[in-house]
Nanobody, 112 residues
Framework: QVQVVESGGGLVPAGGSLRLSCSAS????????MAWYRQAPGKQREFVAT????????LYADSVKGRFTISRDNATDTVYLQMNNLKPEDTAIYYC?????WGQGTLVTVSS
């Protein structure tokens, strides 16, 4: 059974940092791209960042470029999202995605 589980969310002040983790199990995901999305209250889910299976390429939404860093550990099928200089507009539920699988999300709240 495939499971995608995010962790690491929480409440931080503006300018703070958080590191999200996503662990995928049940299949060998090391050969697939992995990505983070987010959904703010009252808004549609939006793309945040993605990383290729071989870690050679990353892509970021303009809104997080220079502040967020995506990385992965293929030995453990884990993807990370390091978030620095957080802003109140980063408040959202953050979701991990690999192929057609999604996690349940982890809430990030940034106070002003």
């Amino acid at each position: 059974q495939v499971q995608v589980v995010e962790s690491g969310g929480g409440l931080v002040p503006a300018g703070g940092s958080l590191r999200l983790s996503c662990s995928a199990s049940g299949r060998a995901f090391s050969m697939y791209n992995m990505a983070w999305y987010r959904q703010a209250p009252g808004k549609q889910r939006e793309f945040v960042a993605t990383i290729t299976w071989n870690k050679r390429q990353t892509l970021y939404a303009d809104s997080v470029k220079g502040r967020f860093t995506i990385s992965r550990d293929n030995a453990t099928d884990t993807v990370y999202l390091q978030m620095n200089n957080l802003k109140p507009e980063d408040t959202a539920i953050y979701y991990c995605n690999v192929q057609q699988y999604w996690g349940q999300g982890t809430l990030v709240t940034v106070s002003s």
